[in-house]
């Protein structure tokens, strides 16, 4: 584990003394990668494009499907194109009796521990809502969150702070004590404009150092090294 003295957070709360944790889903809940290419390469091809890599969509990815297609298409690409393909991508999100995607091995023992503590947990995505809800509820069958929030029309995405600050509110905890657990940029820039606790997973689509560079506070390898983090000592 390592942790970095944030400048806008000098003394961040330590190990097991969080109140609450939010998690990102794709790359930190979620492995989610392979099936992000499968259907990006399907509906790229679909349409004449020539397929990516893996590498490329995880380069990609984030920021929302708008945003991906943005990216592999380049900046001056139709708008109305990059949105017709980002709908496309949503529904086949959903169908997750086609997904590919699984939990990270350890990741339903880590959220049942976090229940059996009492400590609150939430979803904050980037990934359309209704995928969001399908993924968690196939994958993920036994936890129960608080909330479970992905993306959705006239609703803020990370990295705005606004949607993890009503959620903390309707959870009752407060940012200084509860850590935004994820593996990208947006979730490293939403914990600060939230004033939570930025917690960055290696693991997932960012590597290590950027994730630091983003503000992480703590910055986890393992599982283990996670649940060090967020659930008490036994006494």
């Given at each position: 584990m390592t942790v970095l003295e944030n400048p806008q957070r000098r003394f961040p709360p330590p190990p097991g003394s969080f109140a609450g944790a939010v998690f990102d889903l794709d790359g930190t809940l979620l492995d989610t990668l392979?099936?992000?290419?499968?259907?990006?390469?399907?509906?790229?091809?679909?349409?004449?494009?020539?397929?990516?890599?893996?590498?490329?969509?995880?380069?990609?990815?984030?920021?929302?499907?708008?945003?991906?297609?943005?990216?592999?298409?380049?900046?001056?690409?139709?708008?109305?194109?990059?949105?017709?393909?980002?709908?496309?991508?949503?529904?086949?999100?959903?169908?997750?009796?086609?997904?590919?995607?699984?939990?990270?091995?350890?990741?339903?023992?880590?959220?049942?521990?976090?229940?059996?503590?009492?400590?609150p947990m939430a979803v904050l995505s980037n990934k359309p809502q209704e995928a969001v809800t399908a993924l968690l509820a196939v994958l993920l069958p036994g936890v129960r969150f608080h909330a479970a929030i992905g993306a959705a029309p006239g609703r803020t995405v990370k990295p705005c702070g606004e949607a993890a600050v009503k959620l903390m509110g309707s959870m009752g905890v407060v940012p200084e004590k509860t850590a935004m657990v994820g593996d990208g940029e947006p979730d490293m820039k939403t914990a600060l404009a939230a004033g939570m606790v930025p917690v960055g997973c290696s693991w997932g689509f960012t590597p290590p150092g950027r994730l630091l560079e983003m503000g992480?506070?703590?910055?986890?390898?393992s599982l283990k090294e996670l649940e060090d983090i967020l659930i008490p000592p036994a006494l």
């Open positions: 392979d099936d992000i290419t499968r259907v990006g390469n399907s509906i790229l091809s679909r349409r004449g494009f020539p397929v990516r890599d893996r590498e490329t969509f995880r380069a990609a990815t984030g920021m929302g499907i708008e945003a991906l297609y943005r990216k592999l298409l380049g900046d001056d690409s139709d708008p109305a194109l990059v949105a017709d393909m980002a709908r496309e991508a949503a529904l086949a999100y959903s169908r997750v009796e086609e997904s590919i995607a699984r939990p990270f091995p350890g990741v339903p023992e880590l959220l049942s521990r976090l229940e059996s503590e009492g400590i992480a506070v703590y910055l986890v390898h």
